[in-house]
Nanobody
């Protein structure tokens, strides 16, 4: 059974940076797309960034383009999200997800982590 564990969340001032990491168990990591979603209080879970199994295709939600960078290391079974120039509106619980294809919709992903809180103070 696949397990995804996020880390790296925390409290940061606006304009600061955080790097989230997602550690995955299992032998199929390198053949699956990975993505980061986030959910703010009272809002739907939304796509933030995603990357195909080889890293050949990457997608970002418009509000994070130029500020966030998704990456993966298939040798270490990890995916990361580098977040720069953070804004108060980036405050949310961030979730790592794994799926058979890269998509922006939640149902493209079949495995989810428990999430890590990111709080940006203004």
């Amino acid at each position: 059974q696949v397990q995804l564990v996020e880390s790296g969340g925390g409290l940061v001032q606006a304009g600061g940076s955080l790097k989230l990491s997602c550690a995955a168990s299992g032998r199929t990591f390198s053949s699956r797309a990975m993505a980061w979603f986030r959910q703010a209080p009272g809002k739907e879970r939304e796509f933030v960034a995603g990357i195909t199994s080889t890293g050949g295709e990457i997608r970002y939600e418009d509000s994070v383009k130029g500020r966030f960078t998704i990456s993966r290391d298939n040798a270490k079974n990890t995916a990361s999200l580098q977040m720069n120039s953070l804004k108060a509106e980036d405050t949310a619980v961030y979730y790592c997800a794994r799926g058979s294809r890269l998509g922006v919709e939640k149902n493209a992903y079949t495995a989810w982590g428990r999430g890590t809180q990111v709080t940006v103070s203004s």
